[in-house]
Structure formats: structure tokens, C-alpha cells
Nanobody, 126 residues
């Protein structure tokens, strides 16, 4: 079964760190561009970061640039999002997704992604 499963969310204090994992099954994650998105209550889904299939390029939204880092490990077929200096406004459900074939460059455009995980909740609060 082809799927993505996120994990690693939780409650963290402002200024803290979390690492999210996106585990792929049914396909090899390093052959595709993989992105991270988030959706806060009452807001649209926001593209945060993406790593290209060749690991030659990455994309970061301005809102997370310098604080979040995306990486990939072929074993165990997982993409990670290291989140530092977390703020209350980072509170959201975080999703990973597979960018559609045909897109060479990473982006934060939701319509370019098809396979989505179920999401993991991140709450930043004192």
C-alpha cells in the first residue's frame, strides 16, 4: 500500500524543538520531491518546506526559514522536519505529501501534491 505516515508531533513550549517524521511505504522516498505543509484552525493549508528527489534543492517558506530544516534518510525511507525556535503561531496539524510526477522543482503549492499523510498535531504553548 502506497502511503505516507507522519509522527513526532506533540506539545512543546515556545522556543522549544520538535522533529517530525514522514515515513513512506509502497515507494522509495528518495525518488520523489517530498513536502511538508501545515494547517491551523480556520486557516488555509500552508506549504512549509520541500526536498527534491536528488537532494540538490530545498524550499522553505519565509515563515519557517532559518528555523526549520528538512532532510531525508533512505533508510528507513523517511523524510524529517526539524523544527527549532517554535512559536505559538506554529501550532497546527502538520502534513507531508508527495509532489506529483512532472514537477522538477520543489514548491509550496498544495495543488502540486497528491499523496498526503494523515497529519500530526503540533501545539506550541506555555
Amino acid at each position: 500500500q502506497v502511503q505516507l505516515v507522519e509522527s513526532g508531533g506533540g506539545l512543546v513550549q515556545p522556543g522549544g524543538s520538535l522533529t517530525l517524521s514522514c515515513a513512506a511505504s509502497g515507494f522509495t522516498v528518495d525518488l520523489y520531491n517530498i513536502g511538508w505543509f501545515r494547517q491551523a484552525p480556520g486557516k488555509e493549508r500552508e506549504g512549509l518546506s520541500c526536498i527534491s528527489s536528488s537532494d540538490t534543492s530545498t524550499y522553505y517558506a519565509d515563515s519557517v526559514k532559518g528555523r526549520f530544516t528538512i532532510s531525508r534518510n533512505k533508510t528507513p525511507n523517511t523524510v524529517y522536519l526539524q523544527m527549532n525556535s517554535l512559536k505559538p503561531e506554529d501550532t497546527a496539524v502538520y502534513y507531508c505529501a508527495n509532489q506529483r510526477a512532472g514537477y522538477y522543482y520543489c514548491s509550496g503549492y498544495e495543488y502540486q501534491y497528491d499523496l498526503w499523510g494523515q497529519g500530526t498535531q503540533v501545539t506550541v504553548s506555555a
